[in-house]
């Protein structure tokens, strides 16, 4: 007789790897019966992994029983993960086209998978001893303006999910803020969660909240915290201890079981799409998860994504918007203007050629830093130079691993690969003919940070100091703490004259800025990815944002465009401040082009040693899921609403001696897309396994990608 207790089955989520197919739960042996939602540990192979139970399994015939492997171990003590969590993880899964375990392993803290349940017990019960987060203590009240009071009241008595659509400086965290205390003032037990686009944007952030609610009812979830850090913030929502969770994109995903509202800040910007693994969009989780669960959602933005705007659009051919918009387009504290800068476009076709910075540019620049104000230079490109270039034989500085051109570093003389990172001294000599005279062609930071230091040489601060020019880029700020003590340093005033990529437009509040200039922005109006001028118009309005947050310094305050295009819709669109009229135009060509927000696109990419066996791959999968699909009577009907395009190779083709192709889905209708899909999978698992297509390295599908 078996004396074992009687066995439990239980389907168990455990991170298989990538791509191997197995998407679903593993079945184990369990001695006890275990909630959905527990999480264990489990052998998978010669490992022991951990897993999350995801419900009973059906008893495996008698045969098979015995070669049922047993759970190693549960965390007891550790509540199990809540059934809506489990349904955002398989939502995500299926959606996105990835293994269920992957999803939701990759969703919990990494250290847990090597903390032992007895380690785990300890952390517990320390948690346990420390006292529950009171309801927060507002000391503070403040007399909103009158465009936040109507979005406050709204977002209190109306179901959402909102978009706050408001100007730079108009308040919006302070909505934010107020929908937070008047949750936690009318729910005893209630989180929320309020998510921003980057890990530097965080610090401040959570300033304002725990200046607000006390620093005890927060906590911050990102990739930048160390695994301790991590787990503890972790356990701190899973909990319920944390009331308000700071986060970057990986905190949607975070276990929140009183989770009630859900802030997205900045919800256009990119860096809410993963970009690799799960290819998720956290704002669209965050809208997905607020209704799962009955939550408040707002979505803020200056600048919102096409598709919210579209969304939110009262009355369309559809019906009415899905998202209810909230207008805020005055700067607190502004005059009948709205306190938004005064936007300058010089035409560079009248300026000398070679012109870097124009010459009224240079003056204003001068006369700022006279007076003592700070000025932000923006340039989407580090770097000296794009490329080093010989005039006699035409040699270029091209990467000999990728299909893209190798950056000149002037500070430390080295060509660097911003693909593939591949670094070399600079030659002394043209390498192909040995001409002495090779020269920069185009300028990054570097270059303008040098040439702004000659060209302001004669510019004195108030106290007679030379004007002082920093630069802020990926090289300025590889090294730990580098950005934090930079910006530090633009905060504290020690620097007159900021130069950087983007990465200086999001968010930081530098009060002292009253003029902000866009060097060489042309690029992206001709851009071949139909995003790119959504981008420029929200990095500009962004940047211009930056300029005149001090209201007593916005009335002076200007943003100025170097362009070849004055008359391009776009700036002049921008010189308005008008959002609503550079997103209608752009509606329009999209609805003509049929791109989204009025169709549903993914990608399917493939990377090989040759061009040919990547696109092979894409090729013989679209025949075999035509075929498959057109047989299917499920199936069958999806087909003839999707367009399938022919395998292409990525607009950057090789990087690191890997050569990329994608395919190009598109449908009208997002569920017909989604059924394509998910008959592409198993597909794709068995024909990189035939012997046809050993040469595939990787592959991926991306659904809703952000740039084709
Ligand atoms: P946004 O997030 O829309 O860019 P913020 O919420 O950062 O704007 O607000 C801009 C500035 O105005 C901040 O310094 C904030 O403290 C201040 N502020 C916001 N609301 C009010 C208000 N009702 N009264 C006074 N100052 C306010
Ligand atoms: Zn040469
Ligand atoms: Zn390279």
């Keep these: 007789m078996d004396d074992r207790p009687r066995p439990h089955w239980l389907a168990v989520a455990v991170p298989t790897p990538a791509h191997s197919g197995l998407g679903e739960p593993l079945t184990y042996r369990g001695d006890a019966p275990l909630p959905p939602g ?21 008893p495996p015939s008698a045969d098979l029983q015995a070669a049922v492997r047993p759970l190693a171990g549960a965390f007891e003590g550790l509540a199990p993960l809540a059934d809506d969590w489990r349904r955002l993880i398989e939502f995500t899964a299926r959606y996105y086209q990835r293994a269920l375990g992957e999803v939701a392993l990759a969703a919990l803290p990494p250290q847990l998978r090597t903390l032992s349940g007895a380690q785990m017990a300890r952390r517990l019960k320390r948690q346990a001893a420390a006292p529950p987060s009171p309801a927060a203590e507002t000391t503070k009240t403040i007399a909103l303006s009158a465009d936040q009071a109507v979005a406050t009241a709204r977002i209190e008595h109306e179901n959402g999910p909102f978009l706050l659509f408001g100007a730079t400086g108009s308040g919006k965290t302070e909505v934010y803020m107020q929908a937070v205390e008047r949750l936690l003032a009318r729910e005893a037990t209630a989180q929320a969660l309020v998510l921003v686009p980057e890990i530097n944007l965080t610090p401040q952030l959570e300033a304002r909240f725990a200046e607000r609610f006390g620093a005890h009812t927060i906590v911050s979830l990102h990739s930048g915290l160390t695994p301790p850090q991590r787990l503890a913030a972790w356990l701190a929502a899973h909990a319920g201890r944390a009331r308000i969770v700071l986060g970057t994109r990986v905190a949607v995903l975070a276990s929140l079981p009183r989770l009630r509202l859900i802030v997205v800040d900045e919800e256009h910007d990119p860096s809410y799409k993963q970009q690799e693994g799960a290819r998720y969009s956290a704002r669209d989780l965050a809208v997905y998860r607020g209704r799962l669960l009955g939550a408040k959602v707002i979505l803020g933005s200056a600048t919102p994504s096409l598709e919210s705007w579209h969304a939110s659009t009262p009355e369309t051919e559809d019906g009415p918007g899905r998202y209810l918009r909230l207008a805020m387009p005055r700067r607190i504290g502004a005059g009948a203007d709205g306190g938004l800068p005064k ?358 599908v991306d659904v809703d990608p952000l740039a084709l």
């Design 38 to 58: 527990s999480i264990v540990r489990v052998p998978l192979g010669a490992r022991e992994v951990l897993g999350v139970v995801w419900g009973a399994a059906a």
């Design 343 to 700: 936007v300058r476009r010089v035409d560079m076709g009248r300026q000398p050629r070679g012109t870097l910075i124009a010459a009224p540019l240079l003056a204003a620049i001068g006369e700022r830093v006279a007076r003592g104000e700070q000025a932000l230079l923006l340039l989407n490109r580090r770097g000296y130079a794009p490329v080093l270039h010989c005039a006699d034989c035409g040699w270029k500085s091209e990467c000999p691993h990728c299909s893209a051109y190798r950056v000149f570093h002037k500070v430390d003389r080295t060509l660097r690969c911003h693909h593939c990172g591949f670094t070399q001294r600079v030659p002394r000599v043209c390498p192909a003919c040995g001409n002495l005279d090779i020269a920069p062609l185009g300028r990054g930071t570097e270059q303008l940070e040098e040439r702004l230091a000659e060209l302001l040489a004669g510019v004195c601060r108030p106290d007679g100091a030379p004007a002082r020019i920093a630069r802020i880029d990926a090289d300025s700020t590889r090294g730990k703490g580098q950005l934090e003590s930079q910006l530090a340093q633009v905060h504290a005033g020690a620097v007159d004259v900021l130069v950087g990529t983007q990465m200086i437009a999001k968010g930081h509040d530098f009060r002292r800025v009253t003029l902000v200039a866009a060097i060489n922005p042309d690029g992206a109006l001709f851009s071949s990815d139909f995003r790119a001028p959504e981008r420029l118009f929200a990095l500009l309005m962004q940047a211009a944002g930056r300029a005149g947050r001090d209201a007593a310094a916005s009335a002076g305050s200007e943003m100025w465009v170097q362009t070849h295009h004055p008359a391009h819709p776009l700036y002049a669109a921008l010189k308005t401040h008008d959002y609503p009229g550079f997103a209608a135009r752009q509606l329009d060509e999209r609805a003509q082009a049929g791109l989204p927000p009025f169709s549903h696109l993914a990608l399917l990419r493939a990377e090989a040693r040759s061009q040919e066996a990547a696109q092979a791959f894409l090729s013989a999968l679209a025949q075999r899921a035509q075929d498959a699909l057109a047989r299917d009577p499920a199936l069958a009907a999806a087909l003839p609403h999707v367009t399938w395009y022919p395998a292409v190779p990525l607009a950057v083709q090789r990087v690191a001696g890997i050569e990329r192709a994608q395919m190009l889905l598109e449908s009208p209708a997002r569920a017909a897309l989604q059924r394509v899909l998910a008959a592409c999978l198993p597909l794709l698992h068995a024909l990189r396994a035939e012997p046809g297509h050993r040469g595939i390295v990787r592959w991926a």
